[in-house]
């Protein structure tokens, strides 16, 4: 009963919190509020009318939609790499960190979700995957192991920062013995669901440009690259406009995984450049799609041409401890790197792979407007739920939101 | 559906063997057509089931089916129950339950809702095949007023049906592709075709880069040659694997099936596709009233709606009815020959045992029943 009290009083509260702000925060809601009802419009076409309104055909099926929840996989999995160290290792310095990066593997697993259901041509049949219900396949279909796994990696995320804000709302510490056994499943869990995206491609021998081994291994590098970045670039964000206080430390810490893994990432893109191009074979094609065009199709290359420079300048620029102490380099470098990985594990992977098609047809694919407004609705639906959380996250942290007893009556 | 003693370039024939003998009556002789490890992938499957939950776990193998199946329809009932009083709850279902609505529209609205929550045709019994094909023709006839035949019939017992196309014969004449359409009321607003016929050069061999699948001219045109592709129906599909919602699957008879009404449209089969087999409804498909094929199968050529993964089914209708193929029928040359690769004395088998036969990238595993041979 009494917990269910605390429970009430937490929603009202952070309801209060969340309506409540500076004239920038009204602002910003406002805006994303605006994004999303573009977004709903543009998929009640999409629902009307079909797919059809999409830039995607028989040729090439899958397209912005599939390559946004591709990426966005790789954000939610790379909170993950804060989570170790706060929880397990007792790294004091993420403490802060660890909540607003769980709140983003959150808000990126539910852009996620709604990037796959809007890519369904049956939103209303949907039940038929829901296990006991309808049919799930498992475990022959990759898809339903991402089912699976996404929605249990959600899961966790939402009920360990939950427990902790839980506690600390009331004023108590939050028993270590609780959370660290979920945060250390959270750790493999958040492994899993990357293998697993990447075994979702990598596991059809139709599409050699995606039947590779490397595949997975280079999903997981990427997102520790990509992931932490935009959690740097957040924390920045959040320490200029809040009270809440993130110690240089602690950026220069997720910096120093932010490197690791783009110099990784780095390192694999050059083997997959090295086998595609020294002797090239049939399965080369769609790499010589991607970085050259093929028969004058060439829709690809100012976007992978974009993303090679701006990752190897973000993580060259980032090997350099000089540079990437002084937080202006390093947050130019956070949003190049976000930016390049976001093209080359967007667009640069899902796209080739349908090109050239099963019989060597080079049929190109390009978003149309509808197909942009619904991904960019629900781009501002995550960037909605981030907001809120965070915000409630922080006005607890910071002490303003506490239960008091006797406040309820 | 792996097997284990799979032999990527085997001829994969003789699947329904009774006898487990390593003998089979599948013509080849190396014994690589996959009968003789029928009992072994019967247990296997068996074991995978029980070992892997139980709760989720899918029934592959038609033996144990029914408890399971008893499970799912209660839940599924429960289910229905509940979305019933949450939208009743809400009024959207004001037509069931109004009482002004004609008989009609109420029957219609009962059957709009028995098909919403029917479950997957794979696992039905013969009885709810007949009541969703009943379902469907009636709802067809109150809203067009016009009478359809369709058919729910079963794979029949020893009968695996392959495909040969003869290169040397085949004239680019496009015929086929206009029966097919035709034949399985596919979108004519999209233009869609099951059949793709690529136009190549002479001299070049088989050079798909180069080859032209969407020509409009004369043919035969001068130093071309003519090949044609479809769904293959492969014996091993990756396509059915991938399915998270198993609306695809290979039948006894060999053809690779989609239920239209239990697909979500998730495209996941149509990225697996090593063949370009598949076709996608991205919008409403379009027939007009006065074309449709009227003669249906509930896994052919029956309407599709919007949103859902369509294929080549070896003409279903046709062929279970004992006929060929439309583009079988159709072909001026005679370059396409349809038959029960289980009967010793088809045509087939005999294209079979004595044409230098290929199938196209065979290294994938795919083991397609669909072979080019030339004269
Ligand atoms: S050709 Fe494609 S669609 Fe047809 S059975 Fe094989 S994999 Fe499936
Ligand atoms: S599109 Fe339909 S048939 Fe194909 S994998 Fe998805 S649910 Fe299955």
């Known amino acids: ?409 | 559906m792996s097997n284990n003693n799979k032999k990527w370039f085997s001829l994969n024939l003789g699947r329904k063997e009774k006898e487990s003998s390593g003998a089979c009556g599948c013509g080849k002789t190396s014994g690589g057509c996959g009968a003789a490890s029928q009992s072994d992938q019967m247990t296997d499957a068996a074991f995978a089931e029980a070992a892997i939950h139980a709760s989720i776990g899918e029934e592959k193998n038609k033996d144990g089916f029914e408890q399971v199946f008893d499970v799912k329809m209660d839940r599924r009932t429960a289910f229905k129950k509940l979305t019933a009083s949450l939208l009743i709850g809400a009024g959207a279902v004001s037509t069931s339950c109004s009482v002004i609505g004609g008989d009609e529209s109420k029957e219609k609205a009962q059957i709009d809702w028995e098909e919403q929550f029917k479950g997957n045709y794979k696992l039905m019994t013969d009885e709810e095949k007949n009541g969703t094909v009943d379902r469907l023709v009636r709802s067809y006839q109150l809203r067009t007023g016009k009478t359809i035949s369709m058919s729910s019939k079963n794979a029949e017992e020893d009968v695996l049906f392959g495909y040969a196309f003869n290169i040397s014969k085949c004239q680019g004449y496009m015929d086929c592709v206009n029966a097919c359409v035709e034949e399985n009321n596919q979108d004519r607003n999209s233009e869609m075709q099951y059949i793709r016929i690529h136009e190549m050069k002479d001299g070049k061999g088989f050079n798909f880069n180069e080859a032209d699948d969407n020509y409009y001219h004369e043919v035969p045109a001068e130093g071309h040659f003519y090949m044609g592709t479809q769904c293959f129906h492969c014996d091993n599909p990756p396509c059915v694997e991938v399915c998270p919602v198993q609306a695809t699957w290979r039948e006894d008879d060999g053809l690779v099936v989609v239920d239209y009404d239990w697909c979500v449209g998730c495209r996941y089969c149509m990225a697996a596709c090593p063949y370009d087999g598949r076709r996608f409804n991205w919008s409403k498909p379009e027939v007009p009233e006065a074309e449709i094929n009227k003669n249906q199968h509930y896994l052919g050529n029956r309407m599709r709606k919007k949103g859902v993964m369509e294929k080549c089914t070896f003409c279903v209708q046709r062929s279970r009815a004992g006929k060929n193929p439309a583009c079988v029928e159709a072909c001026p040359t005679g370059a396409r020959i349809f038959g029960n690769l289980l009967d010793p004395d088809s045509t087939i088998r005999w294209v079979l045992e004595n044409k230098k036969v290929f199938r196209l990238k065979e290294d994938l595993g795919t083991e397609p029943k669909f072979w080019y041979f030339m004269d």
């Open chain 1, 1 to 409: 009963m009494r917990r269910l009290r605390v429970f009430r009083s937490l929603v009202k509260d952070s309801l209060d919190t969340i309506t409540h702000g500076s004239k920038k925060y009204h602002l910003w809601m406002a805006f994303l509020t605006f994004g999303m009802l573009t977004g709903m419009y543009c998929y009640s076409i999409q629902l009307e009318h079909g797919l059809s309104v999409t830039g995607m055909t028989d040729r090439v099926s899958w397209g912005l939609y599939i390559s946004n929840f591709t990426f966005l996989v790789g954000v939610a999995a790379a909170a993950v790499m804060l989570v170790m160290p706060t929880y397990v290792l007792k790294d004091i310095d993420f403490k802060q960190a660890v909540l607003i990066g769980e709140g983003l593997a959150v808000s990126a697993l539910i852009m996620c979700l709604a990037f796959v259901i809007a890519d369904m041509g049956g939103p209303s049949v949907l039940w038929h995957m829901i296990p006991g219900i309808g049919v799930f396949n498992f475990p022959n279909s990759m898809l339903t192991w991402d089912v699976l796994v996404l929605n249990g990696y959600l899961f966790l995320n939402i009920t360990i920062p939950f427990y902790i804000l839980f506690r600390h709302y009331q004023g108590k510490e939050a028993k270590s013995k609780v959370y660290i056994p979920g945060a250390i499943l959270s750790v493999f869990w958040a492994v899993g669901i990357h293998l697993v995206t990447a075994f979702l491609y990598q596991g059809l021998q139709a599409r050699p440009f995606w039947n590779n081994a490397l595949l997975g291994p280079r999903f997981l590098a990427s997102a520790f690259a990509a992931g932490p970045a935009l959690i740097i670039l957040v924390l920045a964000i959040i320490r200029s406009f809040t009270e809440f206080k993130i110690q240089d430390k602690t950026i220069k810490k997720i910096a120093m995984v932010v490197t690791v893994a783009a110099q990784i990432n780095l390192i694999m893109l050059i083997s997959e450049l090295f086998k595609e191009f020294y002797a090239p074979t049939h399965h080369s094609e769609s790499a010589y799609y991607l970085f050259f065009g093929l028969d004058g199709k060439d829709a690809l290359l100012p976007w992978i041409w974009t993303a090679i420079p701006l990752n190897v300048l973000a993580t060259v620029l980032l090997t350099f401890h000089k540079l990437r102490n002084n937080f202006k380099v390093l947050f130019f470098c956070c949003f190049i790197l976000f930016v390049a990985i976001w093209i080359e594990k967007g667009f640069g992977l899902i796209v080739p792979g349908f090109i050239p098609g099963p019989y060597g047809k080079i049929a190109e694919y390009t978003p149309t407007g509808i197909e942009i407004g619904v991904t960019l609705g629900i781009w501002a639906l995550g960037a909605f739920i981030f907001t809120i959380l965070a915000k409630t996250a922080i006005g607890i942290e910071l002490g303003e939101l506490k239960y008091k007893k006797n406040k309820e009556n």
